[in-house]
């Protein structure tokens, strides 16, 4: 019951979200992904935005610009940047590395970008969502 509650007092909110996602970005509103529950159950789970658009913008939100790329300097461990994105720690390793296919790069508390453009084409970076540009 308080599920239900909260889900119609987020719904005017989750509505602006989806037209302001449509409006600006290409591809589909919602992602969706298959996942496991309680007692084996399988449910879908559905989200505004993949995890590696998510990563991408953080990044791209908190590089300092060296030339056609740049670097980011982690102000917490990775495994707090995995719980303030929504993820698991093991997750955010998954998808540092296939950001790696993108030039990022990095096993510390440095992760190196290789070409900015190449980061936004993955990011899909929306005003709305992510702050100015």
């Given at each position: 019951?308080?599920?239900?509650?909260?889900?119609?007092?987020?719904?005017?909110?989750?509505?602006?979200?989806?037209?302001?996602?449509?409006?600006?970005?290409?591809?589909?509103?919602?992602?969706?992904?298959?996942?496991?529950?309680?007692?084996?159950?399988l449910?879908?789970?559905y989200?505004?935005?993949?995890?590696?658009?998510?990563?991408?913008?953080?990044?791209?939100?908190?590089?300092?610009?060296?030339?056609?790329?740049?670097?980011?300097?982690?102000?917490?461990?990775?495994r707090?940047?995995?719980a303030?994105?929504?993820?698991?720690?093991?997750?955010?390793?998954?998808?540092?590395?296939?950001l790696?296919?993108?030039?990022?790069?990095?096993?510390?508390?440095?992760?190196?970008?290789?070409?900015?453009?190449?980061?936004?084409?993955?990011?899909?970076?929306?005003?709305?969502?992510?702050?100015?540009?």
């Amino acid at each position: 019951m308080v599920a239900l509650v909260q889900t119609a007092l987020m719904l005017p909110l989750m509505l602006v979200a989806a037209l302001a996602i449509k409006l600006t970005s290409r591809g589909p509103v919602l992602y969706s992904q298959e996942r496991v529950g309680k007692g084996g159950r399988l449910f879908n789970l559905y989200k505004f935005r993949t995890m590696i658009e998510r990563l991408a913008n953080w990044l791209l939100l908190n590089l300092e610009p060296q030339g056609e790329g740049g670097v980011v300097s982690l102000p917490f461990s990775r495994r707090r940047l995995a719980a303030h994105l929504g993820a698991t720690p093991e997750t955010l390793s998954r998808i540092f590395s296939e950001l790696c296919a993108h030039g990022v790069s990095g096993r510390s508390q440095e992760i190196r970008i290789a070409s900015i453009a190449a980061l936004e084409k993955v990011a899909h970076p929306d005003p709305l969502i992510d702050g100015p540009a």
